[in-house]
């Protein structure tokens, strides 16, 4: 800030900028090693993203709103006057290759463990009113085992669902979740694993 312009020569390749040129730990490292992420490889619609939502009045329409989301994948939860409640995870999740999970470095010149699409948006893990009537999104895994592709790695084990889960049951069984319980279920401090 008031300095003079700098300029910055960013190396890059089909799998993203080189990421030598600004991590000191890989400066010395004989292989390059690149960044690829759907952040930057596809144009994100992260604005009109979140203008279509302001407006959205109807679980469809929270949904579409999401089609140009291109990251970070996260949950979005939705609830309206009617008293419908959903989930969506939008996002661009690429499909790779068998074997590889993105966390750890692959060779990228042979082309075997390049991306093969991204899942594709009605594919992506969505909920609309479930039948126990809760939704619970802690950082947990948002798919069970029977999900036919990789969303991620780095979940909550569930302790925190399982503890958000628990105290919902608790205040529906006296009558109906109220703001106060919500209140207090944000601020709960118990881990369970302890």
């Known amino acids: 800030a008031g300095g003079?312009?700098?300029t910055i020569t960013v190396r890059e390749t089909v799998h993203g900028p080189i990421l030598n040129d600004v991590v000191p730990e890989l400066a010395a490292a004989a292989e390059l090693y690149a960044f690829r992420w759907t952040a930057l490889v596809e144009p994100d619609g992260l604005t009109s993203t979140f203008l279509k939502l302001n407006v959205a009045s109807t679980f469809d329409e929270f949904r579409a709103a999401f089609r140009d989301y291109v990251a970070p994948a996260q949950n979005f939860v939705y609830?309206?006057?009617e008293g419908n409640i959903g989930l969506q995870i939008p996002g661009r999740v690429p499909v790779?290759?068998?074997g590889d999970d993105g966390r750890r470095p692959v060779d990228g010149a042979s082309?075997?463990?390049d991306w093969t699409g991204y899942i594709a948006f009605d594919e992506l893990p969505a909920l609309l009113n479930p039948p126990d009537g809760l939704i619970v999104t802690a950082n947990n895994n948002p798919v069970d085992a029977d999900y036919p592709y990789h969303v991620?790695?780095?979940w909550d084990p569930g302790w925190r669902a399982t503890r958000i889960r628990q105290l919902l049951d608790a205040a529906a069984a006296e009558g109906g979740v109220t703001q106060a319980d919500l209140s207090r279920i944000q601020l709960d401090t118990r881990l369970l694993r302890a």
């Open 111 to 113: 082309g075997e463990h």
């Open 4 to 6: 003079h312009p700098v």
């Open 96 to 98: 790779r290759p068998e």
């Open 152 to 154: 991620g790695n780095e």
């Open 79 to 81: 609830a309206d006057v």
